[in-house]
Every structure is written in structure tokens, then in C-alpha cells.
């Protein structure tokens, strides 16, 4: 099978490290994780599951932008949605009326929401979410999982991080997933004092295998809360949507109080929405939250296309099975090898692992070998299916992970 | 003359109320400065200086989407740019190599700027470059004026708002603006715990009237900034491309080590900037800092395009000729009511008062009144004038005034 080159990838990532700090930031800061010999750091053509990058490789692409990428790039309703609004009235001193439409069919949708705001990042609403806690409980401390993930802000960065003070976690206490003991024990400790909890609907770090909740932990988590006035805030931003149409809190059978949403809700525009129950909506209202491109209308627009589509074909159903089909023949590839392939999280967001790889210098090989084929596969993040994924990307994928293993035998042994 | 009415606006705002916080939040939260009977709380169409509401009204538009307009609103190059990358390439797993391209743009328009790194909105960069000052001197405290505007994030906010702590201040020092005296004494005070000094290029609170930088005050601050380790630190989402394609500080004549951008840089897309000289770019590039759709190629796109348009056609000094002549003509004909109209920062951000009103309801009024006939003016907080205004925009806005001081006059007399 051949394996691609990235001359013009590198080329380009040098003018950028001139210019840019890392050159590329963030999780795809390319060194160590993402090597320049197999990875592409510019795309330039995207469609349906598949990109193109600057040296014309093609990819079957499972990070999905990371997220956002729901229905596939590019897809039909959601671009001509949003390009219609860009035409008519996008960033305007008011907002469009889509505003409340989309306001609407998100409270409609969503169970818990009786309102909804809109922002842009991710991030925007997790910090919103918690200053409506403080200022509905008037209390200081928020509780966050470990190594859980809420954006870059400083509060939500492990304290040593650069540029990030000790101070800054001086009101957040971390707590360790699924241990409902602790969690009892820190509010007991902490009485009166815990303005909310903010988590993701099940644990998916990077470096780790994603965690399920374990049984009854979200519905004693609920119960405890409400006893004791803490507000519950699922961040749904990575895998809302994904899951359940209703918000990831339904599929595991529980009620927040606020959830954030963002990534596959406009199938690449940028919006992020915090939704809330009445008894929020006051408080909600008091906090001043705003910015500059917020109103805008054509991610609303794309949102609206977006859910509609995902309800209209059950998305999360799709994603689901896609995933599973795909990991189950991977797995069994795997084996045929004599490599244990552990999987792990939701299907439609698979954390995969090779578990007889101390090192984890095979893992990174293996998804570097198989992105070289066309498969791109980050190492020790979760991945992404699309409801775009076909039988026929499956099928390819299989036969690059077939060769990627042939290779990495070869290197390795088993 | 004709004035408005609202019905639409009226009712959807009834409906929005219902399911968003506040109805609409931010600058716009209706009460008590946006009144209902006179202003359109909804836009359904934009275009060049004008937007229309849903009740069909037409505006002269002064607000110019709170700053992000400066070409008019559906330029063609910058939309054909932007919709030409959707169709291509977007929000995708790897950026395209626009990323480069824009970066590459800036440090070549912008003196200070050795670097660029991009995400969305004007609090995004304000943030990171507070993290990269601290990371930078590995000190904690931040110095800002009393009454600047860098943001949402609680550290931005004055402490006893909403949702904010007032731990979320222990690290931020407010100091008066155009007080060289106070800044040495604080920084004396301090001495070796001053990590950055944050500030807008000119200071343009809302309620009060904008204050240009004393003579010589930007000097001194750079001067001693240097001597003291302190990173200087330029808010110009605001004025960013208005004042000098440059930066704002080219207009004042100094050098800062770090530049905020956002609002007017790709004419409503959502995009926002931090450039840099090249002693911080190791430790901007040490901070981790990531959004979802922080490497999305059309408003990377649309900010190319607008940037060498207003660079094409000189749009500072065309928005600041236009701004001169709208407000001297305004100024003479409130003189003609016996009112005496104060307008103070640059014309093309100006910000305006009539000094003879104690109770601020009189410019409230007055603001309402034109609004109503079609000049869309905001009260309190500074309005923005675009490149797309035209004269016969002007002489319109104008006879609108005539009509409002003549209403205001029955009113509460002279």
C-alpha cells in the first residue's frame, strides 16, 4: 500500500513556525505527538469524511475538526442554510430573529432546557455556567473531575500549566471520577460553600481510557445536589449530540441543571450554547456575558439545519453503529496480529489503545502508520465517527489497518 | 417626518423573552436604555451602512454591529472570500494554509507584531495575553484602568458583578487612566510582582466621556515598562484598524509587546488576534491555548480580504474624515436647538453627550428619536462609523437630527 509524503506540509509548517507560536497550537501542536514524516498540518480541501491536505493526500478523517464535523464536511442543507444567512444578515448591531428560533427548538429539544444563550467557544459557556452558579448560590467553590477538560481558561487548567497561577484553582477542587465517596466527602467538607459541579457526561481525558459512569453515580450525584443547592452542570460541549439528541444527560439517565453544548451542534460554524432550568433563568439573566460575534446569524442558521438533519436521520444512532461496526473489525484485525486493542468511551467517540504497548511508542506508530495510508488516527485522544462515515471508508480503513499492523509487527514483534 | 413602529420586534422579543435570559443579553439587554417603543431589537436584513428590522424599518446604522462592520456590511470581496473557503475548506481537523498566510499578513502590516496567533473572540486574546505575560515574568499581578473594557472573564469584570468573586480580582490592580503619577507609585509599590499592564489604546469607558492619552503618557509607560520587566499589553479590539492599519498604537507612537485584535479585522466574521515580538513567542508558544473553531479558514479568509481593503482605500482615514464631518454638522445643528453636543475620542469611534442634561434622560430621548426615524443611535456607549457611509448617509442622518432636537426641544425646552 502506498504511503503518502508531506513535503508541502512542512514546507508550509515552516513559514508558520516564523509566525505563529508552536507554529500549530493546540492539541495539534505538532511536536512530540504528531510527527511531520505521517501527519498532514494543512488541509486544503474537505468533503463529506474525507480531507485533502496540502500535498493532495487523501484522508479518511476520524477527528471529525475534533468534533464539530457531525454530518460530514461540507454537507448540502447546513452550508446552504448558513450561506443564505451570510447573504441576508449575519453580524448585525441586532440580532435575527433566528436568535429565538434557535432558542426555541433548543428548549423543545433538550429536556431540561427551559432557555438557551449563545456564544461562540466551548469554553465561553463552561465559564458562564459557573458564574451563573455563583451568583444563584452565592457561594465561591466549584467541584470539576480530574483531568477533566472544560476549555483554557485559567480556573479550568491544572494549576503549573504555563501562564496559569496557583491562585487560579484557589475556588476549584478536583475530584476523582466516579468516586461518589469522595464527592460526599469533599461537600461535607465543604459545606455551604459549593456553588456547582461541572463534568463531562462520562470521563473521556486524553492519555486514558474514557470511563462510563458507573451505575447509579449521575443519579446519586443528582440527588446530593439538589439536596444541598449545588448546582449540576454537565459540559455536553464534546460529546452532546453525539449521544442523545437530548442532551448526553438522557442517555445516562439524569437531570443538570445547565448543560453547555458546542462542537457537533452546527456541524463546523461556530456556536456554543448554555441551556437551564427556570429556576437559573434570573440569575442567568444578572450575569453580564456577551461578545462581539455572538449574535451572528449564520451559525444559528447552520444549527438550526444541523439539529434538524441529526433528529430527522437519528444521528446518534448512525454514529453509534458506524463506530461499533468500525471498532469491532479493528479489534478483530488486531488480534490477528496478537495486538489486544482496548476501546473504550461511547462508540461514536472511541478512545482506542493498544494494551500491549508499555511504551506507548507502538500506539503512536501504529495511528502514524495507518494516517500515512489515509486513516488519520491521533494517538491517546478520543476519535470521532461522523453520520458520513460509509461501509466503503470502513472497509478502506480496515485495509490500512491491516497493513499499519503487517508494519508495525515487522518493528515491533508481538 | 415619519417615525417608527415595532410591532414585530415587539413580539418577537415577547417570544425570546421566554426562552432566552434577559430576551437579548450583552450591550443589548433592552431595559432600561434600549426602549421597545423605539428601538428594533431584530435585524432580517444588512447592507453597507444600513440594516433593516423586522418590521421593515430601514437604519442608517451607527453602531456598525457594536464594531466588527467596517466595510459595510455583505462587502462582496470579503463575503465572496469567505463563502469561496466554506465550499473548500473550513473548520477541518488540520487548519488550512490561510493560518499561515493571515499570520504572514500581519506581521508584515503590524511593526510590533513578530508573531500572530488566532481564536474568536476579543476576550479570547485578552486572556491569553495576560497568561502570557504571567508565564513570561513568572509574576502574578495585572495592571488595568478603572472602568477599561477587556472582556467578560470574571478577572475582567468589576469585582460585585454577577457571578464574579472578588477573589476573581486578587490579582488585578485598577489604576486611573492618563495618571503616569499613580502608575509609577502602584508599580513602585509592587515592585517585581507586575507581570503586564493592559489598556486600551485611548480610553473609551460607556457613560463617560472617551479620554485621549495625555501627552506623553503612552512614552512613559513604554519607558518604564522596559526598565521594570513588564509586559505592555494593547487592548485595540476595539480601535484595532480603525485608528492605523498598524496597530492603535502607530496613532500614539508607541511600541507595546503585545496587540489584542478583533472587531473590525474580517467585517463581522468571528475572528480575534494577539501578535507579538519575538522575546514572548517562546513563552506564547509554552501557554496552552486551543477552541474548536480557532482554525477555521473562512473568516481567516474574509479577514485577508478586509484587511487589504482597508488597507486599499486607506479606510482609517476615510472613516475618520467621514466621522469629522458627521459630527461637526451634528454639533452645529444641536447648537442651532441651544444644545451643546460634547463629542469626544476618535471620529470614527466617536462618543457623544449634551453637556446640558444632568439627568442623562435628554440624550437617552434624543438617541430614541432618531433611532425611530432611522439613524440607529446608541446612548452611552460609543458608535462606530464605517467606510460605508455615505454623504447622502450623512446629510440623511442629519435632517433625522434636526427632526429629534426639534421633538426633544417641545419636550424639555432649552
Known sequence: ?????????????????????????????????????????YAVKARGSKFWDADENEFIDYMCAYGP??????????????????????????????MVELAEYLVDLVPVADWAFFAKNGGDVTGYALMVAKAATDRKKILMIKGGYHGVAPWAQPPGSHGVLEDDSDNIIRITWNDFAEFERVIRENDGDIAGFIATPYHHPTFTDSEMPAEGYWQKIEKLCKEKGIVLIVDDVRCGFRLNMGGSNEYFGFKPDLICFSKAMAN?????????????????SKVFYTGSFWFSAAPM????????ELKRIDGPTVMAEKGRKLMDGMVAIAKDYGYDLKVSGHPSMPYLRIANDESLMLHQDWCAECTKRGAYFTSHHNWFISTAHSDENIQRTWDIVHDAFQVIKKTYGA
Chains 1, 2 share one sequence.
Do not use: W
Open 1 to 41: 500500500m502506498k504511503t503518502y509524503t508531506f513535503h508541502e506540509s512542512q514546507n508550509l509548517f515552516k513559514r508558520a513556525a516564523r509566525v505563529i507560536p508552536c507554529g500549530i497550537y493546540g492539541h495539534l501542536s505538532p511536536a512530540p505527538l504528531v510527527p511531520a514524516t505521517a501527519y498532514p498540518f
Open 69 to 98: 464535523m457531525v454530518l460530514g464536511y461540507n454537507h448540502e442543507n447546513v452550508d446552504a442554510a448558513a450561506i443564505r444567512q451570510i447573504e441576508t444578515a449575519n453580524c448585525v448591531t441586532a440580532p435575527t430573529p433566528l
Open 268 to 284: 463546523g460554524y461556530p456556536i456554543s450554547a448554555l441551556v437551564g432550568t427556570d429556576s437559573l433563568k434570573n440569575d442567568a
Open 301 to 308: 442558521a447552520a444549527a438550526l439545519a444541523t439539529l434538524e
